[in-house]
Structure formats: C-alpha cells, structure tokens
C-alpha cells in the first residue's frame, strides 16, 4: 500500500515538472513573437513622425531677394504752335534687376533703349512775305541707366495693391539725325548728340496678380527733381564744335507744367508700365 502511494506521488510530481517545462517554452516562444511585432512596429512609427515632421524645402536666398523685369514708354505727341507744328511718336524698352532688401524696401537698376520718329514743320517767310512752312523728318535712338530705390507707402485690396515712392537717377545720350529726301543721315542742324542726366522722385503703383508677377504703372508725369542737358552740335557756318548747357528743375515735370500752358509736348500722350517677375 505504501509502495502505491509513492509511485502515484511520483507520477503526480513528473506531470507537473513537465507541464511547467512546456509552460515556460510557450510563454517564452510568445514573448518572442511580441518582441519582433514590437521590433516591426516601431520602425514605421518612426519613420511616418519623421515624414510630417520635415520641413518645406525653402528657396536660396537669391531667388528670395532678387528680382527682374522689363518696362515700356510708349507716347504719341502733337505740338501745334504758330511756328512750329510737330508729330510723332517714341517707344523705349527698359529691362531692369533689382534686390528685395526688405519686404517695403527694393533697390535696383534699369538700362533703357529708345527710339523716336518725329515731323516737323517750320515756319518761314518768303522774299515776297508770305508765310510757309519747311517739312523734316527726325529720328532719334537713345539709351539711359537708371539707378533707383523705392518705398512702399501703403497697400489695398488684401495686399494686392501697393502704393510706392521711388526715386532714380539717369543719365544717358540721345542721337538726333535728320531723314528726309535732302538730308538723309544727317545731323541735326549741326547736332551731334545730347547727354542727359538728373534725378527724380515719383509715385509707383502695382499690382500682384500671382506669386511670381507683379504689373507695375510709372506716373513720371507727377515728379520733382533735376534735370539737365548737354548739347554737343557743330555750327555750319564755321565748322567749330560747340558744348550747349541746359539744366531745369522738375517740378510736376515739364510735361504737366506745358500741359497747364496748353503747350503739347513729346510724352504727353502716352502709359509707361511694366512686369516685375520673381525667380
């Protein structure tokens, strides 16, 4: 009898130390199973923080800052006084670059290339008095570089608008020749060429119609400032070279104050404008 009841304890204590024994496997083979779900998991956890977390990529500086352009003159004029009647018209294309020093603050500089074809008609008097008129035909090339700033005053419309104060200098030549059936070629009455130079202060306005491009309209006709010429011509009655100062200052510009005289003018009629374009 005690014999059979040490073999049963026996048995009994076996069973156990197997069951635990295959217990501790399958509780070890499940925490293996965890652990490389975990290590699967947490790689793409990492990786998708990191996506949302990158930064936009961000312009250089340069396309940030710098800026071009290209701007037109286009004016019609028609001058009818008594001793003088006088048509035509002048085109001028001024492409610019310039650098965004601050937001309200632009620097910058213009080069500008014009050309302008203009009938003259002068009056003069005949051996028996009675009056007529002499028919030339001018043409003129021209070029100009223009240093400027300007400010931003203000802006409208959600800041499409801007309102600006710009001031430049210029300084540059003028090719007057004469063209007609008699005269072709030549100059002037003896006028070789002009040298302008000065400096102006203007209203600017633009608008932005996208990130990249902005209208811009010159209202050189309401400026202030200084202008003034040089005419290098050669008399034709004794062949010596001649330097004729000119010197004016611009206030509302000659080309309102003549329009008060009613006096027309070259430039009277006319728009200037442009396209600012970012990089």
């Known amino acids: 009898m005690r014999k059979t009841i040490l073999l049963t304890a026996l048995l009994l204590l076996l069973t156990a130390s197997v069951c635990v024994a295959q217990n501790d496997h399958i509780g070890e083979g499940l925490a293996s199973v965890a652990a490389i779900a975990g290590e699967s998991k ?8 990191t996506a949302a977390a990158a930064p936009a990529e961000q312009l250089p500086l340069w396309k940030q800052k710098l800026f071009y352009g290209y701007n037109f003159d286009i004016y019609y004029h028609n001058d009818s006084r008594s001793d003088r009647k006088e048509n035509g018209w002048s085109i001028s294309v001024t492409p610019e670059i310039g650098w ?6 632009h620097v910058g500089v213009r080069l500008s290339g ?3 074809d203009a009938n003259i008609a002068y009056a003069t008097e005949t051996s028996s008095g009675t009056e007529t008129y002499k028919n030339i035909r001018v043409r003129q090339g021209s070029w100009e570089v223009m240093p400027y700033g300007r400010y931003r005053l203000k802006t409208l419309f959600n800041d499409k608008v801007g309102i600006w104060v710009e001031a430049h ?3 540059g030549m003028q090719y007057p020749r004469l063209n007609d059936e008699e005269t072709k070629g030549t100059d002037f009455y003896g006028l070789q060429h002009t040298i302008t130079y000065g400096a102006q202060i203007s209203p600017v306005i633009t608008y932005q119609f996208n990130k990249k491009s902005t209208l811009q309209l010159f209202f050189s006709i309401i400026s202030f400032g200084y202008s003034g010429t040089t005419q290098c011509y050669t008399d034709p009655l004794d062949g010596h070279k001649y330097n004729e100062h000119v010197h004016d200052v611009i206030i509302f510009s000659g080309k309102l104050r003549n329009l008060l005289n009613n006096q027309f003018t070259p430039g009277l009629y006319g728009i200037k404008f442009g396209v600012q374009k970012s990089f």
């Open 42 to 49: 947490e790689p793409v956890e990492a990786q998708d923080t």
């Open 100 to 105: 965004r020093v601050k937001e309200r603050l």
């Open 114 to 116: 014009g050309y302008q």
């Open 169 to 171: 200098a210029f300084a």
